[in-house]
């Protein structure tokens, strides 16, 4: 499963994931990446993805919380 969101790291606030099912999947890769073209706004938000592997057969969700830590 993929997800992907837009996040401003530089707040203070990022993304947090947890799930309906324990042990219900395992992250399998997260990467950040930030507009370098020429619209870019200086300081916006940055791209997120998180590529999860499923661990389990049936269905779960994966819920998603943007915080302060």
């Known amino acids: 499963m993929k997800a992907q969101l837009v996040e401003k790291a530089l707040t203070g606030y990022t993304w947090h994931y947890y799930s ?4 219900a999947f395992s992250l399998f890769s997260k990467e950040s990446s930030v507009d370098q073209s020429e619209k870019a706004v200086q300081g916006g938000g940055s791209k997120v993805t998180w590529l999860f592997s499923p661990e389990t057969l049936g269905s779960f969700a994966i819920i998603f919380n943007l915080y302060r830590e």
């Open 20 to 23: 309906s099912e324990a042990n």
